[in-house]
């Protein structure tokens, strides 16, 4: 669409129309300046915390299609330290970025505005999956799974991967209104508990089942369709666990919003280091979720979402 958003339909029988969202962008940068010494200053799309990014490896990616690959480093004054430990940034406009070349080749080749994104690839490492951007790919990865593995089906099913939601919701927002959808399923991650951390504070837990949202910042899920999700996955075998997150929003927020209402809900994905380069799901997880959604697809022409 005008936006960018990427749409898909799988016709139906005559059924209710199911929007799917996943995020298609990752949190990144744009250049916004560069210095006599040919080094560049960014500019965040999405939530960093400073302290993740010293030392990384990030991709420059130029208006002429080439991709630079760069060192995201530390501002200092002198020469560093012996030990990165006696080094804490935590502000962006404290870094740098340095693309081993002249000043004269970078300014040959950067522009304003040139978007920036971490260099990281996805491993295989215990049970799970690492890489950066599983926020929100490992969603996006689900979803084409359930398309492809989606058996007789009576609901119109529209999968939408978005655009700009880190920086605010947006594609949902303007794809849902397009779409016009009966019911709305977002499909992110969620913050996983920590080894070691406060129980009580855990969103979720790696390993435990895909989470069905009941509430974050930006929607109270359809009570309803919380029940049907839990009754298809008690009913398949399927382990998933409650999600009340106290901050942050998925697509979900902006599509529950569209006309003048749409019963929507949250599968999320259990996360652990979220917004950096080392995010980590379970491959368990990621296989509960592909299942859980396929299962309430081929129903979900059965719901009665309707207050009252």
Same mark, same amino acid.
Do not use: W
């Given at each position: 669409? /005008?936006?960018?958003?990427v749409?898909?339909v799988k016709a139906g029988q005559g059924?209710p129309?199911?929007?799917?969202?996943a995020?298609?962008d990752?949190?990144g940068f744009?250049?916004?300046? !560069?210095?006599?010494h040919?080094?560049?200053?960014?500019?965040p799309?999405?939530? @960093?915390?400073?302290?993740?990014? /010293?030392?990384?490896r990030?991709?420059?990616?130029?208006?002429?299609?080439?991709v630079?690959?760069?060192?995201l480093?530390?501002?200092?004054e002198?020469h560093?330290?012996?030990?990165m430990g006696e080094i804490?940034?935590?502000?962006?406009?404290d870094? @740098?970025v340095?693309?081993?070349l002249?000043?004269?080749?970078?300014?040959?080749q950067v522009e304003?505005?040139d978007?920036?994104t971490?260099d990281?690839?996805?491993?295989?490492?215990g049970?799970? !999956?690492?890489?950066?951007?599983?926020?929100?790919?490992v969603?996006?990865?689900?979803?084409l799974?359930?398309?492809?593995?989606?058996?007789?089906?009576v609901?119109?099913?529209?999968? $939408?991967a978005?655009v700009?939601?880190?920086?605010g919701?947006?594609?949902?927002?303007?794809s /849902? @209104?397009? !779409?016009n959808?009966?019911?709305g399923i977002?499909v992110?991650?969620?913050?996983a508990?920590?080894?070691?951390?406060?129980?009580a504070?855990?969103i979720?837990?790696?390993?435990?089942?895909?989470a069905i949202?009941?509430?974050?910042s930006? !929607?109270?899920?359809?009570t309803k369709?919380?029940r049907?999700?839990?009754?298809v996955?008690?009913?398949?075998? *399927?382990?998933?666990?409650?999600?009340?997150?106290? @901050?942050g929003?998925?697509?979900?927020?902006?599509i #529950?919003?569209t006309?003048?209402?749409?019963? +929507? *809900?949250? *599968? +999320?994905?259990?996360t652990?280091?979220?917004?950096? $380069?080392?995010?980590?799901a379970?491959?368990?997880? *990621?296989r509960g979720?592909i299942?859980?959604i396929? #299962?309430?697809?081929?129903e979900?022409?059965q719901?009665?979402y309707?207050?009252?």
């Amino acid at each position: 669409d /005008a936006l960018g958003n990427v749409i898909g339909v799988k016709a139906g029988q005559g059924g209710p129309r199911v929007m799917l969202a996943a995020h298609m962008d990752e949190i990144g940068f744009l250049v916004k300046h !560069v210095d006599e010494h040919g080094c560049l200053r960014l500019q965040p799309l999405g939530g @960093f915390n400073g302290q993740n990014l /010293a030392c990384q490896r990030v991709l420059v990616h130029t208006r002429s299609g080439t991709v630079l690959r760069g060192a995201l480093q530390p501002k200092r004054e002198s020469h560093p330290p012996a030990y990165m430990g006696e080094i804490k940034p935590d502000r962006l406009q404290d870094m @740098f970025v340095d693309l081993g070349l002249s000043a004269d080749e970078v300014a040959e080749q950067v522009e304003i505005g040139d978007m920036v994104t971490m260099d990281r690839t996805l491993e295989r490492v215990g049970h799970t !999956v690492m890489s950066k951007s599983l926020d929100d790919r490992v969603s996006l990865y689900i979803l084409l799974e359930v398309l492809r593995g989606l058996g007789s089906h009576v609901a119109e099913v529209v999968m $939408v991967a978005t655009v700009q939601e880190e920086v605010g919701l947006r594609g949902a927002r303007t794809s /849902a @209104f397009g !779409v016009n959808p009966d019911i709305g399923i977002a499909v992110d991650i969620a913050p996983a508990g920590m080894p070691g951390g406060d129980p009580a504070e855990a969103i979720t837990r790696l390993g435990a089942g895909p989470a069905i949202k009941l509430m974050d910042s930006s !929607v109270i899920t359809s009570t309803k369709l919380v029940r049907h999700f839990r009754d298809v996955a008690e009913r398949k075998s *399927i382990a998933y666990q409650l999600e009340i997150m106290p @901050f942050g929003g998925t697509d979900a927020g902006a599509i #529950h919003l569209t006309h003048s209402g749409v019963p +929507s *809900i949250t *599968i +999320s994905i259990p996360t652990r280091y979220g917004h950096t $380069v080392n995010e980590m799901a379970s491959v368990d997880d *990621i296989r509960g979720s592909i299942a859980l959604i396929t #299962h309430y697809l081929e129903e979900a022409h059965q719901g009665d979402y309707r207050l009252g």
